[in-house]
């Protein structure tokens, strides 16, 4: 049989992906104990480049954030964003008037389309102890059809995303959260409706997998032909596709027409860490594509009328007095909609 891994990448903060995938980044931030601003204390900020600290010092960055770290706004167009959070909460704003305090497994899936502009803070609410942020923000390409959508606004809520559970011969277990895409009888939430995952051929897969150490799992072909997945394995032992090693730290393209059987390595020197994963699926898109910052469209003249179109309606203009807001002091999970509708999940209802 043919090696299954069809290339390897190492990986960085920031993830090579491939269509009808854009981006993806990998945020790990321990943050100290937050002050009365929700940010760190100032004296930890000297040495850092502000406005722009991607540096890691310490073990966390600022990112473009000044007093409270973080995105405060920015524009985007002719694409979605899929933050999945798996430690800590962030504080979304948007131009279309709705917020949210999401985390601890949540999900925030934005349909930029022909204009949106929103912020991403990572608000430090505990003052006794540290704050830990982790998250992955996903870049999904739309369609040519799709780029100038009306955007839209979505939550998934931890509680509402379901999970596969495999337990192996030797009785480890292997668990995938599924934020995109389908296994078997069980299928994630809907999509937006004009995403590239929405439409019924595309193939989209969004999952983060859970190996124990020593388990094994067989992940099962894509629908289609032509779908490409990645395997990102980015905490634990490594891990073997039908026997070929990846190192943990390494991204994968394997192949998916047919079954493969996936091993996580077993515990070393007594660390009994789970080895973790991202895969990232879908059949490309297969149209042309012209980014700059924060815009993605077909052509360059698309993305010069991005900008025209950025500075002359500011994509609804920032209805919001701080470029960077954040959401009170309490932990509380909470989305406020662009009609105003307020929604919690059910574990805290």
């Not at 067989?218 to 490409?228: F, I, K, Q, R, W």
């Not at 091993?263 to 660390?271: E, L, M, S």
Request: include cysteine; charge should be negative.
């Amino acid at each position: 049989m043919s090696n299954p891994i069809e290339q390897t990448f190492p990986l960085g903060q920031q993830w090579p992906t491939i269509d009808p995938f854009l981006f993806c980044a990998h945020h790990n931030d321990k943050y100290p104990a937050g002050t009365a601003d929700l940010g760190p204390d100032p004296a930890l900020l000297a040495g850092r480049h502000m406005g722009s600290d991607f540096s890691g010092q310490d073990g966390w960055s600022m990112y473009h954030g000044s007093v409270i770290p973080g995105f405060p706004q920015h524009p985007h167009r002719g694409f979605e964003t899929v933050t999945l959070v798996r430690a800590g909460l962030i504080d979304h704003s948007d131009s279309l008037g709705a917020i949210a305090r999401f985390g601890e497994g949540d999900v925030q899936w934005v349909t930029a389309g022909s204009g949106i502009v929103h912020s991403e803070m990572f608000p430090l609410l505990r003052n006794d102890a540290p704050n830990h942020a982790e998250l992955f923000q996903i870049w999904l390409n739309l369609p040519a059809a799709n780029k100038m959508a009306s955007p839209h606004f979505t939550m998934l809520w931890s509680e509402d995303i379901p999970s596969v559970e495999s337990v192996d011969a030797s009785g480890k277990t292997t668990t995938i959260v599924m934020v995109a895409g389908s296994m078997g009888e069980v299928a994630a939430p809907e999509s937006p409706p004009e995403s590239w995952a929405s439409q019924a051929d595309s193939d989209v897969a969004i999952w983060l997998v859970t190996m124990e150490p020593g388990a094994s799992w067989d992940l099962p072909a894509a629908a289609g032909n032509n779908t490409v997945r990645v395997l990102y394995p980015f905490e634990g032992p490594s891990i073997s596709v039908d026997g070929t090693p990846i190192d943990t730290g390494f991204g994968a393209v394997v192949r998916c027409t047919s079954d493969v059987t996936l091993t996580a390595a077993d515990a070393r020197g007594g660390n009994s860490e789970p080895l973790q994963f991202l895969v990232l699926q879908g059949r490309p898109i297969g149209e042309p594509v012209a980014r700059y910052g924060p815009f993605v469209m077909t052509t360059r003249q698309e993305i010069e009328q991005a900008f025209d179109d950025y500075r002359a309606t500011q994509f609804g203009g920032w209805p919001w007095s701080a470029d960077g807001p954040s959401h009170g002091t309490e932990a509380v999970r909470f989305a406020k909609f662009p009609d105003g509708r307020i929604e919690q999940p059910s574990s805290t209802v």
